[in-house]
C-alpha cells in the first residue's frame, strides 16, 4: 500500500493530456466476449479494475494482452461462464460480464458483488433486465445462476436510468431474438461508446444517449478494432485541481462536451474555461465562490463521481455552498478527512453544507474510495504545507499513475511506501 506526499501551494499549469475512460472501457471490455473473432481496442488506461477485468477475462479462457494502452481479446477460446468469487469480490465491475456470458453460453454463475465503501449497490435492475430477456434467475445465498435456452427481445423499462443494468441489457439483447427496447436507459457518454463497440462488431443498437435504446438482434458478432473515449471523471478532476491552486491548464485529448454539467458549475465558481472540440483552457486565478446548490444526478446531470472533487473546491471558495448526493447513501467520506485539513462542512442526511475557508492546511488523511481519493489529493495540492494521502491503492482504480499526471502539469507529489514514512 502506498502513500502519496504532496506539497501543496504550487498554481498548476501547463498542458496535459487525458487517457481513456475506465467506464467505458470496463463493460466493452465484458463486450467483447460475445465477438468470434479477436478485438482490439485502443486507449484502455492503466488501471487496478482494467487489469482485474482482464484477469476475469483470462480465468474464463480468455487470451488477452494489455500493452501501451492496446488490449487484444481472443474470445473463441472463452470455456466457462463461471466467475470465481475472488475475482468478482475484487471488483463489482465483473456484473458487466452477465449480460454477454448469458448471450454467449446461455449460463453464468456469478456472486453478489454486495455494497462498497460508496453504497449498497444492488443488481436487481440487471436481474429484472435479465429476467425479461427470457433468463431464468436463481439465487443461492450470495450466488447468482442465470441461465437461458435462447433470449428473447422485449420491452423492458427501467425504474431508475442505472447504467449498469443499461449497459448489462444491451450487452444480453444483441445476440438474443428480435428486438429489445429499453425504456428509461441511462444516458451516460460510456454507454453511447458501448452503442458504437457493439455495432463495430456488427450490432445493431440504436438510441445511445437517449432515454430510450433499440437493439435488433443479429446471430452472430465479428472481431472489430476500437478506440476509448477520454476520462470525463479524469479531465474534471484535473479541472477542479486547476482551479484549486489558481493555475491554468490546457487539457487536450478531451472532450468538453461530456462536462457541460461540471463547466457550468466550475463557471458560476468564477473559473474561466475556454472550450473547442477536444481541448479545454482552464485558468483560476484569484479565490472562487461558494455555489449555492449543487445536486448529484444521472447524465447529463451533475456526476457523481466529481462531487468529491468539487466539494474540496468549494472548501476553499468564498461563501457557503451546498451540495446533495442523491445516487450514492455513503459517498461523503471525504468529509472527516477534508475537515481535518480545516474544512468547515457539516452533514445532514444527503446534503452537505460547506462554508468556505481561505486555506486548508497539509495532514495526514485517508483515502476511503476512488474519488474520495482524488478530492483528498486535490485539497493537499491547494493546501498550506505537506499532506500524506494513504490508502493509494483506491485511487490506482481510476487514475493512470495520478501523482505523474499532476506532476506534468506543475504538481508537488511523489508516491512512496506506506512504511517508510508512518514507522520509520
Ligand atoms: C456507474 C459507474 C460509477 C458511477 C455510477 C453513477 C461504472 C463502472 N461505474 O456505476 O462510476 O458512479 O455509474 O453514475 O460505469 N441501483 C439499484 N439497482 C440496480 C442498479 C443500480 O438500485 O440494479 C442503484 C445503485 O445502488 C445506485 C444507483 O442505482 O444507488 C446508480 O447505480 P448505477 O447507475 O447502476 O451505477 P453503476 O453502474 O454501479
Redesign the pocket.
Known amino acids: 500500500m502506498d502513500n502519496l506526499v504532496i506539497e501543496g501551494g504550487a498554481p498548476l499549469s501547463g498542458t496535459i493530456r487525458i487517457h481513456g475512460a ?2 467505458a472501457a ?2 466493452i471490455l465484458a463486450a467483447s466476449l460475445l465477438a468470434d473473432e479477436s478485438v482490439t481496442i485502443g486507449n484502455v488506461p492503466n488501471l487496478l479494475d482494467i487489469e482485474v477485468m482482464l484477469d476475469i477475462l483470462r480465468d474464463l479462457g480468455c487470451k488477452a494482452r494489455h500493452q501501451d494502452r492496446v488490449v487484444t481479446i481472443e474470445p473463441a477460446t472463452v470455456t466457462s461462464g463461471h466467475i470465481p468469487e475472488t475475482l468478482m469480490r475484487k471488483m ?2 465483473s456484473v ?1 460480464l452477465m449480460g454477454p456470458l448469458l448471450a454467449r453460453f446461455g449460463e453464468v454463475h456469478l456472486y453478489q458483488p454486495g455494497g462498497c465503501a ?10 429484472r433486465g435479465l429476467a425479461a430477456l427470457g433468463a431464468k434467475i436463481e439465487e443461492k445465498g450470495s450466488r447468482i445462476i442465470c441461465s437461458a435456452k435462447k433470449l428473447k427481445g422485449a420491452e423492458i423499462s427501467l425504474d ?6 443499461t ?1 448489462n441489457i444491451m450487452m444480453a439483447a444483441v445476440l438474443a431474438e428480435g428486438r429489445t427496447t429499453i425504456i428509461g436507459a ?1 444516458r ?1 457518454p ?1 454507454i453511447q461508446d458501448l452503442q458504437q463497440f457493439l455495432n463495430k462488431m456488427n450490432a445493431r443498437v440504436s438510441g445511445a444517449g437517449t432515454d430510450t435504446i433499440t437493439i435488433e438482434g443479429v446471430s452472430s458478432l465479428n472481431g472489430c478494432e476500437f478506440e476509448i473515449i477520454p476520462d470525463r ?1 479524469v479531465t474534471g478532476t484535473v479541472m477542479v485541481a486547476v482551479a484549486a491552486t489558481r493555475g491554468e491548464v490546457t487539457i487536450e485529448r478531451t472532450c468538453p462536451a461530456h462536462l457541460t454539467s461540471l463547466i457550468h458549475v466550475l463557471r458560476r465558481a468564477g473559473v474561466q474555461i475556454d472550450i473547442g472540440s477536444d481541448i479545454m483552457n482552464v485558468s483560476a486565478y484569484k479565490r472562487t465562490k461558494a455555489v449555492d446548490r449543487v445536486v448529484t444526478s ?2 447529463p446531470a451533475f ?3 466529481l462531487q468529491a472533487q468539487v466539494m474540496t473546491l468549494l472548501a476553499i471558495s468564498d461563501g457557503v455552498s451546498v451540495m446533495k448526493e442523491t ?3 455513503g459517498r461523503f467520506k471525504h468529509v472527516d478527512e477534508l475537515c481535518r485539513m480545516g474544512a468547515d462542512i457539516r452533514v445532514d442526511l444527503n446534503s452537505a453544507f460547506i462554508r468556505g475557508v481561505p486555506q486548508l492546511y497539509g495532514s495526514t488523511v485517508r483515502a476511503s474510495d476512488l474519488r474520495a481519493g482524488a478530492a483528498l489529493v486535490i485539497a493537499g495540492l491547494a493546501a498550506q504545507g505537506c499532506t500524506v494521502v494513504e490508502h493509494v491503492h483506491h485511487i490506482d482504480r481510476g487514475y493512470d499513475r495520478i501523482e505523474e499526471m499532476f506532476t506534468q502539469i506543475g504538481g508537488n507529489i511523489v508516491r512512496e511506501a506506506y512504511k517508510s514514512r508512518v514507522y520509520s
Not at 118 to 127: A, M, T
Not at 160 to 165: Q, R
Open positions: 475506465k467506464n470496463l463493460p463489482r465491475s458487466f460508496i453504497g449498497e449497490r444492488k443488481i436487481d435492475l440487471h436481474l431508475f436510468p442505472s447504467v449498469g443494468a449497459e441511462a451516460e460510456e471523471i444521472p447524465y456526476p457523481t463521481d445516487i450514492f447513501e
